[in-house]
């Protein structure tokens, strides 16, 4: 199975009367990728004149609608709705949205009466007795009508009305009808005269001025008994025009999901006209398929008697100068490690695709630096349910790597932080290297982690290698850093040094000049070998000086980046030991008390799972993109993105 998708490229045309049928037909296949056909009919080509989408003004209507109401518009079977109804359909809509509009200004009217009665009910509790100082028993409004008199009603803080004595000699009076824990509430009665200096007085004293509506009347009690009723009435209104309003939309709602769905496909393939070309009367579209689902796309123009398709593989120069766009297949396994690929960068289509080296690769390091047979146990189920609950990508990844830490966890003997669990498991089975204790062979997992690191460069160098031949890039695959040279001067120098430190005898100025040397002198002189092999001569494109100064600093660059990707892989190692070192801490803080502890062990376990999990995960991710990456893969392709109707687009 290739990992690439193999692509057709599609050239479409035919006579304008049936571009409307081809542009509904490739909106709604979800296998046409579709490009600009100005990229490969340009003599004599026109785009079509660009107007305004028709279906712009019913989408916004209906989101009106959505927005009054709080529905939201869904995709529903349209099929019975035929393209000629847009315009009955957009008279039904408006229709609709001004029956909406109608029934919540009848809620908003109903419900704004509520809150005034509402409000001035509270105000009339506080002088028709309760805990009050009094009970108002005079007309309300003969009150506020006198000719000589100014009254203000309110309220005091009740500190502020134990300083009412200090204004004896003032010419204004309160009288309080009611309180509560805060305020004094009542009536401050003024001489006309006097208006100003009482109502600066009163502000000092923090005195909150409540007015009360015209429609209030009678004594306090009277009219609280009134704005009661009016409360209950209007309560009884609201609740009415909300369920007629309810009870519309309910009634609607299938019709609106209905003739959204329609005006949504017309809309965005009235879009995409933008990238078809007319010739006189002729249109041409252009595009991608994959190869898979090019004979069911052509049987879809099996009745249009009058369009012309043609399909040619892109590997035979279909496309033109277009880039063909990249669409990965991956086993099921693999499938969710796509995500990291495509967060580097999804790989040109004569490229490789890298995700099953990923996959393989990021799940074996992952389980290798958090190896434990109980924690992998519980990111399995955490994986578990985040896939299929939120249906997340990183959950389905999360049980991969959860099955690889459990199986690490089984070699290295650890359950939730124990290492001794597993002991008499492995010693009646007569093993007895296992379970392996990192914790006491330091010095062994720092050398395999190296070991790992070393044996993983060299596989993408090798795959960088079959690259750079498949694409005939013969200094990639021969003279670079990461080819032929790179390989040669890399393992050469790995093994002079595994000889030194083992105290055998390799070496000599054969082996240093013809495996170390002459391979630093390939690499340096990669670029004019790379022409002298295509057959245009041995050259320098800049002068000598320059090429020697930056060619000797890239040397060196390569140099430092063996030696510093090879060692980067001890952190393997590293979050081995320190997974070991953290449990060991959480045992000791469960057993610290005298007696061992369930909850400090569930807390501690939890810690390690989040916080070394994460590490772990962006470690790994890290010598994914780094140091392997980095040495065989330059992404850049371009993402096959199906034409289809986006029905989770709102037109607002």
């Known amino acids: ?11 479409i045309a035919g006579v304008e009367s049936e571009l409307d049928a081809v542009l509904d037909i490739i909106s709604s296949c979800g296998c046409f990728h579709m490009e600009n056909a100005a990229a490969i ?5 026109k785009n079509t004149a660009k107007r305004e989408n028709p279906y712009i003004a019913p989408l916004k209507m209906l989101s009106e609608i959505g927005t009054l109401t709080g529905i939201t518009l869904e995709k529903a079977d349209a099929s019975g709705i035929r393209d000629g109804d847009a315009e009955k359909i957009k008279e039904e809509i408006r229709t609709v949205r001004n029956r909406v509009q109608k029934l919540k200004g009848e809620v908003k009217k109903a419900s704004d009466n509520l809150n005034a009665h509402k409000m001035a009910l509270e105000q009339v509790l506080h002088i028709s007795g309760g805990e009050g100082v009094g009970s108002l028993s005079v007309d309300i409004q003969q009150i506020f009508a006198c000719k000589h008199i100014k009254v203000r009603f309110g309220r005091l803080p009740v500190d502020s009305y134990d300083k009412l004595p200090f204004y004896e000699d003032k010419n204004f009076f309160f009288l309080a009808y009611g309180r509560d824990k805060e305020y004094i509430y009542g009536f401050c009665f003024a001489p006309l005269s006097e208006a100003e200096e009482i109502d600066s007085i009163l502000d000092s004293l923090y005195f909150d001025r409540i007015r009360l509506p015209d429609f209030v009347h009678g004594s306090a009690e009277d009219a609280a008994k009134f704005l009661q009723n009016d409360v209950d009435n209007d309560a009884s209104e609201v609740e009415k025009t909300k369920k007629e309003l309810a009870d519309y939309i309910e009634e609607k709602r299938e019709l609106l999901n209905k003739y959204f769905t329609k005006l949504k496909t017309l809309h965005d393939t009235f879009e995409l006209r ?4 007319m010739i006189r009367d002729k249109f041409y579209i252009v595009g991608f398929v994959p190869e898979r689902e090019a004979e069911w796309f052509k049987s879809l123009f099996s009745e249009l008697t009058t369009v012309s398709l043609v399909m040619k593989p892109c590997s035979e120069g279909g496309g033109g100068d277009l880039e063909t766009p990249v669409k990965l297949r991956n086993n099921k396994f693999s499938e969710p490690f796509s995500m990291f690929v495509e967060l580097y960068g999804l790989p040109a289509y004569n490229d490789m695709n890298p995700t099953n080296f990923v996959a393989i690769t990021y799940t074996l390091l992952f389980g290798i630096m958090f190896g434990d047979l109980g924690q992998g146990l519980v990111i399995s189920l955490i994986g578990l349910i985040l896939w299929k609950w939120k249906k997340m990508t990183l959950g389905r990844i999360m049980e991969r790597l959860g099955v690889s830490s459990m199986i690490f966890g089984t070699l290295y003997g650890s359950i939730f932080g124990y290492e001794e669990l597993l002991d008499p498991v492995y010693e009646s089975m007569g093993i007895h290297f296992l379970p392996f204790k990192a914790i006491h062979s330091i010095n062994n997992v720092l050398y395999t982690a190296i070991g790992i690191g070393i044996a993983i460069i060299i596989i993408s160098v090798i795959v960088n290698m079959v690259m750079g031949f498949k694409e005939k890039n013969y200094t990639r695959a021969l003279f670079s850093n990461n080819g032929l040279a790179g390989l040669v001067f890399y393992c050469s120098l790995l093994m002079l040094l595994l000889g030194g430190m083992l105290g055998l005898n390799v070496g000599g100025p054969v082996y240093i000049g013809c495996l170390i040397v002459l ?10 070998l790379g022409e002298l092999v ?9 002068s000598l000086t320059d090429f020697i100064a930056a060619n000797f600093f890239e040397c060196f660059e390569f140099l430092l980046g063996y030696a510093t990707n090879t060692l980067s892989f001890v952190r393997v190692g590293g979050f081995v030991l320190s997974h070991a070192g953290m449990m060991s801490v959480v045992l000791a803080l469960a057993e610290m008390s005298g007696s061992f502890s369930p909850l400090v062990m569930i807390l501690g376990n939890l810690f390690v799972i989040v916080l070394e999990g ?7 991710l890290r010598l994914e993109f780094y140091e392997m990456f980095s040495r065989y893969y330059t992404g850049g392709g371009k993402a096959f993105k199906p ?10």
């Open 274 to 277: 933008e990238r078809v070309m």
């Open 614 to 620: 994460l590490l772990v995960g962006i470690q790994v």
């Open 534 to 542: 295509k057959g245009k001569g041995f050259k320098i494109h800049e």
């Open 41 to 45: 009919h340009i003599s004599g080509s």
């Open 643 to 652: 034409v289809k109707v986006d029905y989770d687009e709102i037109i607002e």
């Open 519 to 528: 391979p630093l002198i390939v690499m340096f002189l990669r670029e004019p």
């Open 1 to 11: 199975m290739p990992s690439i998708e193999k692509m057709m490229f599609a050239d």
